[in-house]
Every structure is written in C-alpha cells, then in structure tokens.
C-alpha cells in the first residue's frame, strides 16, 4: 500500500482516483478545482480531499495528475501552491494528462531539481476504460521512476509500458492519436458508402469486422455511428485538442501528417454543426448531411 495523491476529479481522474482506493487497497488524498466534486469522491470513496494542489500531495509516496492541458498542468504543479512545493524527496509525479512532450520534459527537469522522479503517463481506453480500470498507459521518464510508479498505475490499467524518456509517453500518445483520427474517418466513409450503395450495414460490417479491415474502432462504435448517436466516449473538442499537439510535434520534428490535419479540419466542421461534445466517432454525421 502507498500514500497517493490524485489530482484532477473530470470523467477520467475520478473512476482512475477510485480505482486506487478499491482495487489497489492504497490511501489516496485528492485535489479538484471543484471542491464538490473533490467531497463526492470522498464520499464514495473514503479518501480525504485537500484544498490544495500542494496540501494534496504532502507527504504522499506518489502524486497522480490528469487534468485538461499545458496550461491546466503547469498551474497545478508550479508555485507556491502546485504539487511540486509539497512533494517530499523521493516521492514520484506521475502525469496522466494529454499533454505536449515539451511541458513533460519542462516538469521532468523541475522534478529532478528537487530530488522527485517523474514520469508522464498519458492513457488511452477513454472513459469506459477508465470506469472497468483496463487503461492502456504510455510511459516517458527515468527507469528507476518508472519502476516504482508502475504497481500503483496496475489499479487502472491493462497495458503499462515506458517507452523512453521523459516526452515519450507523450509522443506515444500523439502516435495513438494519429492511428484513431485516420481510422475513424475511413470507417465514416465505409459506413456512408454503405448505405448510399443500398447495403445492409450491418450484415456487411458482421462480415468484414472477421477480415483485415477489422479494428477496435469498427467493433465498438459502427451500430452508434449507424444510427446517428454519438454519445458515448471521447468528445471531439478533446480529440481537436490532441490532434494541435500532434500537429504543432510533426512542425517541430519535421514529420508529415496530411491526413491527420485533414482529419483535423473535418472535426472543426463537425463543430460548427455544435458536434464539440459529441464523441469522435460523429465524423460519418458531416457525410450524412
């Protein structure tokens, strides 16, 4: 059992906080803008909620962040009242927001300076993997961190992997960002296809999901994206945010990403249809017009 602070109580951090408490057995203390929802978790829960970032995270053996952005993560984890003023030496910071490898390496350096392990840990599954705690979490940092980060972040997740230094979980994740956005797109045409030819959708996706076109994507969200409901996962604004970090790296690394700016461009169009909230998978509702 460890001492845990989890600060950032939105659709991911709340469930990943409680997974800690029930599944890995350990003393959590947490930490929202939202005093609120901070009280319902302790409600739920029985951990204690602190009325700071940096009361939070007082003598904890680990600190657990999953907030919105840079800018979220940088103003709970710097100053006089962010995490890092309360942290004790040897303690690790693990980070669970989306965010830009640059900040990672920003905060990693930070970290190092006084005497605490980072490691950034963004995750994929979305909140249904976040509720059943089967998370798939991609891991930047020193290996010595890393390691001792990695049985806590087991109450959540069902892959758990470091990838590199501090940044390359965050790289990782721009890497599974890019997979979903062209994935998401093709299965919109697919689907659109589909029925303009007068096929039966779901006897044709019954019979390629059991070929190469097969995907996660294909297997969980074809029936919704059928029927014109997309209320059930990663909201489009989030995935709009993930996809400017990723295109703001290939401008720094020199990568090419034609499809996924594309991708980019449809999602805004899917926003001015006030689609900002509907999961990602509303791509097919721009085609369908």
Not at 29 to 42: G, H, I, Q
Not at 182 to 204: C, P, T
């Amino acid at each position: 059992m460890a001492k845990v602070a989890f600060i950032g109580l939105g659709v991911m951090g709340f469930p990943m906080a409680g997974h800690l408490v029930s599944k890995g057995k350990h003393e959590v203390t947490v930490y929202n803008r939202t005093p609120a929802k901070a009280k319902a978790w302790s409600d739920k829960f029985g951990g204690r909620a602190a009325p700071t970032p940096r009361e939070a995270a007082q003598g904890q053996d680990f600190v657990m962040t999953c907030v919105g952005n840079d800018d979220d993560l940088r103003s709970i984890a710097l100053g006089a009242d962010g995490v890092l003023a309360g942290m004790k030496s040897g303690a690790v910071f693990v980070d669970h927001t989306t965010a830009s490898a640059e900040v990672a390496r920003e905060l990693n350096a930070e970290a190092g300076k006084r005497g605490f392990g980072f490691v950034d840990a963004p995750v994929s599954g979305g909140q249904a993997g976040a509720e059943n705690g089967v998370l798939t979490v991609m891991c930047g940092g020193d290996e010595k961190a890393y390691a001792a980060a990695e049985p806590v972040i087991a109450s959540y997740a069902r892959m758990c992997k470091r990838l590199g230094p501090a940044g390359s979980g965050q790289l990782t994740k721009m890497v599974n960002q890019i997979c979903i956005a062209g994935l998401v797109e093709g299965l919109s045409e697919a689907i659109h296809f589909a029925k303009r030819a007068g096929l039966d959708v779901n006897a044709v996706i019954e019979t390629i999901s059991k070929g190469a076109a097969q995907s996660w994507q294909m297997e969980n969200r074809y029936k919704t994206m059928n029927e014109g409901k997309f209320d059930f996962g990663f909201a489009v604004e989030w995935m709009r945010k993930d996809l400017s970090i990723c295109l703001a790296e290939a401008r720094r690394n020199g990568a090419s990403l034609p499809v996924t700016a594309l991708v980019d461009n449809f999602y805004s169009e899917v926003q001015k249809m006030g689609g900002s909230r509907w999961d990602t998978s509303s791509l097919i509702a721009r085609l369908e017009r």
